[in-house]
């Protein structure tokens, strides 16, 4: 049977000339480009992804999507990506995205203007996200320019001002940054904190064990949720084998009552389809954790309308 779905983590870009929003990123190496992602293959990810797109992708037998949350991608000018979205919102019946997870840095002197923006003008954006995973290991794992940030006094008085605004922030941190963002999370109690993608378990895929002292970490803090989300960008070649270790300790943490389905799309599109996607998470979480349909709906519905006041 057809299960009703909130995603809670999707992109979308317009790279037509047209579009204010720019993305460098998406560029062609030529032109100041990435020239590569360990998503796979990047030049799959420089085109078009439209509301179109993903409302094609998630229509299939196995899920019915009724809300969803758009998480920044890293455009040039975050206001120009939020003003982006607003627009494809309002120009669909759907309503979609129905949330929008904006960018900041959160140590910049600009952030009190942008918080003030984001609040004032656009009801939409219900959190922040800063990509903040850093790898000592290998550099090319690495999405910030400096990794000490969980520990920054600049960062932390602005991560205190975002919880002002009644901001939820989404933790993008390594396995091995988790002691420092479970700290943060100590210290603010009050503040909507969520883990993304399963918590990254890429920075030493070999490393089961240093993943899952991490997350206990994380998991301890009562105001954090996990996102059930991202693993097949390390794991291209995927399987529910290689999948099921993960969810289930997810779930064995942070029990149902604070774990949330996103589909990390189009990034992990290179290499799963949608429905794909929905129905292995389901089968591990229904059959090898024995979940109950409410809890299943906790998973895939209720929590993300919760978290991000949908």
């Not at 979609?96 to 910049?108: D, K, R, T």
Request: charged fraction near 25%; glycine fraction near 6%.
């Amino acid at each position: 049977m057809a299960i009703e779905v909130v995603d809670s983590h999707h992109h979308l870009w317009s790279l037509s000339p047209s579009n204010p929003t720019k993305y460098t990123w998406l560029k062609p190496v030529s032109e100041g480009g990435a020239s590569g992602h360990f998503a796979g293959n990047i030049e799959l990810l420089k085109q078009n992804y439209l509301l179109n797109d993903y409302l094609r992708d998630t229509t299939n037998p196995s899920c019915r999507l009724i809300k969803s949350v758009h998480v920044q991608a890293e455009a040039d000018d975050p206001i120009e990506e939020v003003k982006f979205l607003e627009q494809v919102s309002n120009g669909n019946s759907g309503g979609f995205p129905h949330g929008i997870v904006a960018h900041a840095n959160l140590a910049s002197p600009e952030l009190p203007k942008l918080l003030e923006t984001y609040t004032r003008n656009y009801p939409r954006v219900k959190g922040v996200r800063q990509l903040l995973n850093w790898s000592t290991k290998d550099s090319r794992l690495s999405m910030t320019d400096r990794g000490d940030y969980l520990t920054d006094k600049t960062w932390l008085e602005g991560f205190q001002l975002l919880t002002s605004y009644s901001l939820s922030f989404d933790f993008h941190v390594y396995p091995t940054q988790m002691i420092d963002a479970s700290k943060v999370a100590r210290q603010y109690p009050n503040a909507i904190l969520i883990l993304d993608h399963c918590g990254l378990p890429g920075d030493d895929r070999n490393d089961f064990n240093s993943w899952k002292e991490g997350m206990k970490h994380m998991a301890e803090q009562s105001n954090v949720i996990c996102k059930l989300s991202g693993l097949v960008m390390f794991n291209h070649a995927w399987s529910k084998e290689l999948f099921a270790p993960y969810i289930l300790e997810c779930l064995r943490l942070f029990t149902p009552k604070r774990c949330m389905f996103g589909s990390n799309f189009p990034v992990d599109r290179l290499h799963i389809t949608y429905e794909e996607l929905v129905n292995v998470y389901r089968d591990i979480a229904e059959n090898d954790a024995g979940l109950s349909k409410d809890e299943l709906e906790l998973i895939f519905k209720h929590n993300a309308i919760k978290t991000y006041r949908l």
